[in-house]
Every structure is written in C-alpha cells, then in structure tokens.
C-alpha cells in the first residue's frame, strides 16, 4: 500500500463513526422472511404428525393425548432446528410458521431450548406423565 493511501485511510477512519452496530443496545427491525422461533396454532392442527416425520433435525415432535378431543402437544427443540421451514411446507393446515421477531435464541443453559406448546392443562399432563416415567426404574430383575 501507498504511504499516501495509508494516511488517508487513517485521517478518514479517525472522523468516521463507526459502521460496527451497538448490538444488543441498537436493534434494528429483522427482514419479513427471518426464519427465527417455530410458531404453532393448535386450533388448525390435526395431530397428523407429519411435522415432526418430515422435520431432518429431529426437532419436533407431536404428543397426541386424546385425538378426538383434538389434545396435542407440540415439542420444539430449538436447538436442534436448522430453521429450514421443512415443518412450514408440510403442514397442510398451516398451522407452523416461523417467527421473523423471536429469533434471539442463545443461552447457556440448554434446558431452555426445549418448548412444549399446547393448552396448559395438557402440557401439565404431559409433563407429570414424563416424569412419572423418567423415575420409574429402567429394568426390573
Ligand atoms: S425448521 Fe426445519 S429443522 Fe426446524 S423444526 Fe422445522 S423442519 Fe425441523
Ligand atoms: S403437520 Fe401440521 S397438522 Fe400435522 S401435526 Fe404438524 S402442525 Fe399439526
């Protein structure tokens, strides 16, 4: 490089603000087609299934509770999801989206990856279910 195209760049950069963004203190606004959260409406979901089928990460899973009282559960794990939007095609209700304004998903803790939507009174089932299993004993000799 010049020596004169050095001091240039330099004299330019000493009166420039920065163009780094003070991210997380500046936000600006996420384009229309972000892929961030999966987003699921229960009321259009048949508990098909064929979400978490299709899903190549693995990421979702469908718990039917009662199929014709229409009790689903939708697991999500967050940290397994490529945001591929396979889920979004394969719904043929559309019940999936993904959010373009819930996308700031890093923790520490992956425990937090892990969402379980549904009616409360059905996740609550769901949950005391699991547990109940995870305390029972794996082999019994
Ligand atoms: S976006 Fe892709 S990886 Fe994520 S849940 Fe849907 S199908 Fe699975
Ligand atoms: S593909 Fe759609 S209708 Fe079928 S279980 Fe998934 S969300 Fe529900």
Redesign the pocket.
Request: charged share 5%.
């Given at each position: 490089m010049k020596i004169g195209l050095m001091f240039r760049d330099i004299s330019t950069s000493l009166f420039q603000r920065p163009v780094t963004e003070r991210y997380p203190y500046e936000r600006k606004g996420t384009p229309n087609r972000l892929r961030g959260k999966?987003k699921w409406n229960l009321e259009s979901c048949t508990g098909c299934g064929l979400c978490g089928l299709?899903?190549?990460?693995n990421?979702?899973q469908v718990h039917v509770l009662d199929r014709k009282e229409k009790r689903f559960i939708l697991e999500?794990h967050a940290d397994r999801?490529?945001?591929?939007?396979?889920?979004v095609h394969s719904c043929r209700q559309g019940c999936i989206d993904?959010s373009n304004t819930d996308w700031e998903l890093a923790a520490l803790d992956g425990d937090v990856f892990r969402f379980i939507f549904g009616v409360q009174a059905n996740v609550d089932e769901f949950l005391v279910g699991e547990s109940s299993a995870d305390t029972e004993s794996p082999t019994s000799e």
């Open positions: 999966l299709d899903c190549p990460a990421a979702i999500y999801c490529t945001f591929c939007a396979q889920c993904l």
